[in-house]
Nanobody
Framework: QVRPVESGGGSVQAGRTVKLSCVLT????????MAWFREVAGKEREAVAA??????ITYAEAVKGRATISRDRATNLDLQMNNLRPEDTATYYC??????????????????WGQGTQVTVFS
């Protein structure tokens, strides 16, 4: 069973930077589509950024220009968020699947999810 494991996050002052990391554990494939999503209690989970199997990168409009997603090997995924805003406060989840044919930024396109890591941005 493939399982993403997130690390990073914490409480960060607005305007600063946070880096999140994700490692896929378990029975890993040589190629994955991977993504970051975030969720605030009471709201729908939203996409942040994704890297597809061929390396194509997509960002959600809300973070475009402030986020950088990168992958080191097939199973390690990072997300750096610059110039953080209080509205970036959320639980951030790493997601993965063998392909993203249903859409890299679509939550239901990913079968494997981590437990999430909290990012809190204070003014």
């Amino acid at each position: 069973q493939v399982r993403p494991v997130e690390s990073g996050g914490g409480s960060v002052q607005a305007g600063r930077t946070v880096k999140l990391s994700c490692v896929l554990t378990g029975n890993t494939n040589p190629s994955f589509c991977m993504a970051w999503f975030r969720e605030v209690a009471g709201k729908e989970r939203e996409a942040v950024a994704a890297i597809e199997n061929d390396g194509k990168i997509t960002y959600a409009e809300a973070v475009k220009g402030r986020a950088t997603i990168s992958r080191d090997r097939a199973t390690n995924l990072d997300l750096q968020m610059n110039n953080l805003r209080p509205e970036d406060t959320a639980t951030y989840y790493c997601a993965a699947d063998y392909s993203c044919f249903r859409g890299a930024l679509v939550a239901r396109a990913h079968a494997f999810w981590g437990q999430g890591t909290q990012v809190t941005v204070f003014s």
